[in-house]
T-cell receptor
Framework: DAGVIQSPRHEVTEMGQEVTLRCKPISGHNSLFWYRQTMMRGLELLIYFNNNVPIDDSGMPEDRFSAKMPNASFSTLKIQPSEPRDSAVYFCASSLPDQRMAFFGQGTRLTVV | GENVEQHPSTLSVQEGDSAVIKCTYSDSASNYFPWYKQELGKRPQLIID?????GEKKDQRIAVTLNKTAKHFSLHITETQPEDSAVYFC????????????FGTGTRLLVSP
């Protein structure tokens, strides 16, 4: 298994533009998590899905952020419009049913200028 | 909700010394405590975990201890090596029916040759 796959690895965009981050979880994992990592705030859980259903989105910072999981093998995190303070590394992670071990993707480094 | 505090934020040791990182959590219902290692520019990777029915777990040079009464758990690395240099994150998973890891703020460990 290739593990959790995220794309793109790096994204540079201008303020105000829409940004879409993509994630393919490990096959068979039914929980998917989106995290944001910054020096100031560490690893923050933005949202997580269980069986494609959003369970807790209390970590989503603003309405500019939205996430979807249309099927068990794909999820997106969208920021519209993007702002410089959104610059961070965004990680997607997945885990097995009834397990707590989360496996992380390589992350997407987002820079908003 | 769950809150995880981690100390110290940075730790410098000489090669061969031991390193100890400590975490406390707030939700007494949490029952799963993993530790992740993140090397510079890479993804967090699970290195060891412990569940609340166990007080200590070892894996070669790494051990984790858990004190549920005091709500704290620790990571112990013995005979440290330069390749142990990384940021280490602790996490706790509240018992909510769904997996949800809450991370500590991380400890930057530097092992000098």
């Amino acid at each position: 298994d290739a593990g959790v796959i995220q794309s793109p690895r790096h994204e540079v965009t201008e303020m105000g533009q829409e940004v879409t981050l993509r994630c393919k979880p490990i096959s068979g994992h039914n929980s998917l998590f989106w995290y944001r990592q910054t020096m100031m705030r560490g690893l923050e859980l933005l949202i997580y899905f269980n069986n494609n259903v959003p369970i807790d989105d209390s970590g989503m910072p603003e309405d500019r952020f939205s996430a979807k999981m249309p099927n068990a093998s794909f999820s997106t995190l969208k920021i519209q419009p993007s702002e410089p303070r959104d610059s961070a590394v965004y990680f997607c992670a997945s885990s097995l049913p009834d397990q707590r071990m989360a496996f992380f993707g390589q992350g997407t480094r987002l820079t908003v200028v | 909700g769950e809150n995880v505090e981690q100390h110290p934020s940075t730790l410098s040791v000489q090669e061969g010394d031991s390193a100890v990182i400590k975490c406390t959590y707030s939700d007494s219902a949490s029952n799963y405590f993993p530790w992740y290692k993140q090397e510079l520019g890479k993804r967090p990777q699970l290195i060891i975990d412990i569940r609340s029915n166990v007080g200590e777990k070892k894996d070669q040079r790494i051990a984790v201890t858990l004190n549920k009464t005091a709500k704290h758990f620790s990571l112990h690395i013995t005979e440290t090596q330069p390749e142990d240099s990384a940021v280490y994150f602790c996490a706790a998973s509240p018992v909510t029916g769904f997996q949800k890891l809450v991370f500590g703020t991380g400890t930057r460990l530097l092992v000098s040759p």
